[in-house]
Structures are given as structure tokens and as C-alpha cells.
């Protein structure tokens, strides 16, 4: 069931700049904590169990999941389709980071960010994207660096 | 196998999907709902967590640290998600955003004094390489209205 956007009333949280497409600007973004999630995650996995990081990974999100209920005025989606594979990708994701943190425990740069690689062959077959040349060499760019920076 | 291949290719399936996921998702329902939701999935795994780990051998600072991470790690969720709301292919945000070891990296040097090796510093600039021709691919289409 379709209805009207919540999302015009909501407030971007980053202006539009010109020349540069705004899920450019999100996925830096996203890049960029991700990045002090990384390093945290390091100094974390050094200390305290897998299963203690993932605990309070978990719980420290919550005051994010306050912020976006208030931002959403309480209205929150409850497409089905869409809540199923929020929730699933939830579990995949909190699965994947207990591994992660396995996985910090025994290696300083494990190779878990190769996963991009099933995403885009699950990307291809599934979603049917199209891939271009840069796009193409891009990723085997980036899936060379990670594994040279997990060496 | 040594336990760290097979812990990392757990972390590889499990991501790989879930970045799959991603996309769908946010086809249907915005980045701040995506967030509420997606948290829920974290939230059903948190029972057998509590149940299986010990938590009193843990100091204020692992407890500040691990819940750091849990704001970065759901802040950068959450800008994925508005990405993807807002036209990015997954084949194009998933790899581009899954370079954040490079930042790691950098930090790394910065507040652990670690040093990378020539190899590590090649490793590096073909990262910023990568992130410039993936983001260099046209967005896949409009952002989608919320479906409540």
C-alpha cells in the first residue's frame, strides 16, 4: 500500500551540494564512521569477548533508534516486505559482527570486508544492477586493497 | 582451517547477504525506519548473548568502547541506508563504504602509532583508487517514498 512520503517532512540531515549527488555524500559518510567503528572495534576485540562487544554494539545504537523514531514522529514503516528484510538483514548483520569479532581476535586485519563481492554478484543476479567498465575495475581495485590491507 | 579463516568467512556470507538485504529494504521503507527495524534483528540475537557471556570481568572503559562502537557502527548503517534511499546501486554504496579499513588504517597510525608496511601503503592508495572510479557510477534511481 502506497501513501504519502514521510520523508518530505522529514529533515535531510546534509544540504545538497552542486555537482556532487547526495548518496555520494551518505555512503562517504557511512564511510567515515564505519572507518572510527573499525578502529573502536580493534581497541574493543583486544579487551572484551566477541559476544560482550557485540552486547553493548547492540545496545549503544539505541539512542540512534530514539533519534529516528522522533525524527519519524513516531510514524514508523510497517511495510511488510520492507520490515521483514530490515529485520533479517539485522540478524545477517549482528551474525556477520559477531564473526568480525571473532575474527579480530585472532587477526589484527581480518579479511572480512570481502563480503562486497557476494553483495555484488547477489546484486547482478537478483536485483539485475547493470555494471560499468570503471564500476568494474573499481571493485577489483577495492577488493585488491582490502586484501592487501588485511595482509 | 585455522579458527580466524572461518570466522572471517562467516562475517563474508553473513555481510555479503546482508548488503543484499540493504537494498531491498530500503526499496520499500526509509533509512530512518530501515534503522529502527534492522536494530530489532540485533535486539533478537541480544537473549542468547546475555545468556551465554559473563559481563562482570568487563571495566567502565570496555563497556564506553564497545558502546562507542555500537554508535558509529549504527551511524554508518544509517547513512548507507539514506545512500541507498537516495539512488545509490548496492553494487556501487556496498564496495564503496566496505572501504572503511582504510580509515581504520589511518587511525590506526594516528592513535595506536602503528606503522604499515610499503605492501599496506600500496594497499591504501588502490583504496582511494577504487572509491574514485566506484563512485564515479550514476545513482540507479529517485529516492522512494516511505510505504507505511
Request: charged share 15%.
Amino acid at each position: 500500500m502506497f501513501e504519502m512520503s514521510n520523508r518530505n517532512k522529514r529533515r535531510d540531515l546534509i544540504p545538497n551540494v552542486k555537482g556532487f549527488p547526495k548518496w555520494l555524500l551518505y555512503a562517504l559518510l557511512s564511510l567515515f564512521w564505519w572507518g572510527i567503528f573499525g578502529f573502536l572495534g580493534k581497541i574493543g576485540s583486544d579487551r572484551i569477548s566477541a559476544a560482550q562487544m557485540q552486547i553493548f554494539l547492540t545496545i549503544g545504537a539505541l539512542p540512534l533508534v530514539l533519534g529516528c523514531i522522533i525524527r519519524l514522529d513516531f510514524k514508523i514503516a510497517t511495510h511488510k516486505l520492507g520490515v521483514t528484510y530490515a529485520i533479517l538483514m539485522g540478524v545477517f548483520a549482528a551474525l556477520g559482527l559477531l564473526a568480525f569479532f571473532a575474527a579480530m581476535k585472532s587477526l589484527v586485519g581480518p579479511v572480512t570486508s570481502l563480503y562486497p563481492a557476494l553483495t555484488v554478484a547477489l546484486a547482478l543476479i537478483v536485483l539485475k544492477e547493470k555494471v560499468g567498465k570503471a564500476q568494474i575495475l573499481g571493485l577489483i581495485l577495492a577488493i585488491a586493497s582490502i586484501v592487501i590491507l588485511s595482509l | 582451517m585455522a579458527e580466524w579463516v572461518t570466522f572471517s568467512i562467516a562475517a563474508v556470507v553473513c555481510w555479503g547477504i546482508m548488503g543484499l538485504l540493504q537494498k531491498l529494504t530500503t526499496n520499500y521503507i526509509s533509512a530512518d525506519s530501515v534503522l529502527i527495524w534492522d536494530r530489532v534483528g540485533y535486539l533478537v540475537l541480544l537473549p542468547w548473548l546475555l545468556g551465554t557471556s559473563h559481563l562482570n570481568n568487563m571495566g567502565p572503559g570496555d563497556i564506553l568502547i564497545g558502546t562507542l562502537d555500537g554508535i558509529a557502527n549504527g551511524l554508518g548503517a544509517w547513512f548507507l541506508y539514506a545512500s541507498l534511499e537516495n539512488g545509490a546501486k548496492a553494487s556501487v554504496a556496498v564496495p564503496l563504504t566496505a572501504l572503511y579499513p582504510l580509515l581504520t588504517v589511518l587511525l590506526a597510525v594516528l592513535f595506536l602509532g602503528e606503522k604499515p608496511r610499503p605492501l599496506q601503503w600500496l594497499g591504501i592508495a588502490l583504496a582511494v583508487v577504487a572509491g574514485v572510479l566506484m563512485s564515479r557510477e550514476a545513482p540507479a534511481a529517485k529516492h522512494v517514498d516511505e510505504k507505511l
